[in-house]
């Protein structure tokens, strides 16, 4: 009887190599999360250190350091100067306004610029010279592969033409044209994946090409635009390179502020450490609120 309920050698083989291969699989995804973490955790703590923490490359709060508000109040959003009148956190609180609208305005317009495109894209045949269907699909996202630095002089030189330096139309343009590529490219593939038989059917019910476009197939598409809409936010929203080139004073993003905690006496890391969790929070937030989507856009179109 007791033979009976062992389990067979080949049984514990096999038990063996399940727990081996659940062990591996789970230390790499932990490892993996401290290294995609560890940035985030070094920025927050740094942002209240003081100089010789920093300096020391002290890590863990309460433990190498006592945790000070050096950086937060170095940008007027401390405890103590909340309530004060600061025109470091007014300069502040403009940046993150100009990203904000910048980031969002452009967004927005590239995805419903996208969409339209991605719509005709995958539901008409073109012909445009040699040039099919696919081949302006991938001639939108080549133009990704142009480095920023090529096109720094012709829109400087444009910019200054059409009086758009040093403002936030001007910007949203731009990035509304830096992130339709990939808008494009992800849309194509969401509404490549939405049977052609549901709108004919709308069709036969005598919606119309634009009915059927906004009450059957927007409604299936919303996950994968949502997704593109995340994508191209966090892209404007982290942008520096035109923001620095093409704006001064009015329209200064906050990565430029970012950059700009540099002086005579080296980087002021704790000031820096403190912009940049203040620009990485509203992500986050957006990530955790919209997760079911971002993962029904991202996995849309990939089993048809």
Known sequence: MSAV??????????????????????????????????PIFWTITTSFKLAPDVMKGNLIPWVDFTPRWKGWESIGVSPRLIGEVSTVREEFLKRFWNSTVVAISASLLAVILGSLA??????????????????????????????????????????????????????ILLYTLMVLPIVIWIMRDQFQGIPVELEEAALV?????????????LPIALPGMVAAFILSLVLCWNE????????????????VMVASQ?????????????????????LVIVAIFLEKYIIKGMAAGAVK
């Open 5 to 38: 309920m062992k389990d067979h050698e080949g049984d514990t083989r096999i038990k063996t190599k399940w727990w081996a291969s659940r062990i591996a699989i789970y230390a790499a995804l932990i490892t993996w999360a401290i290294v995609c973490l560890f």
């Open 118 to 171: 991605a719509y005709g894209l995958s539901r008409f045949n073109y012909r445009f010279g040699f040039m099919r269907n696919s081949d302006i699909s991938f001639f939108f996202l080549s133009q990704m592969i142009l480095p920023p630095v090529v096109l720094a002089l012709p829109f400087l030189v444009l910019y200054k033409s059409l009086a758009l330096l040093d403002s936030r139309v001007g910007l």
């Open 205 to 217: 019910d005598g919606l119309g090409i634009w009915g059927s476009f906004f009450q059957i197939v």
């Open 240 to 255: 520096y390179f035109f923001a620095a080139l093409l704006t001064a004073t009015n329209a200064t993003t906050l990565p």
């Open 262 to 282: 540099t002086g005579s006496q080296g980087i002021n890391w704790w000031s820096m450490a403190a912009l940049s969790s203040a620009a990485i929070l509203p």
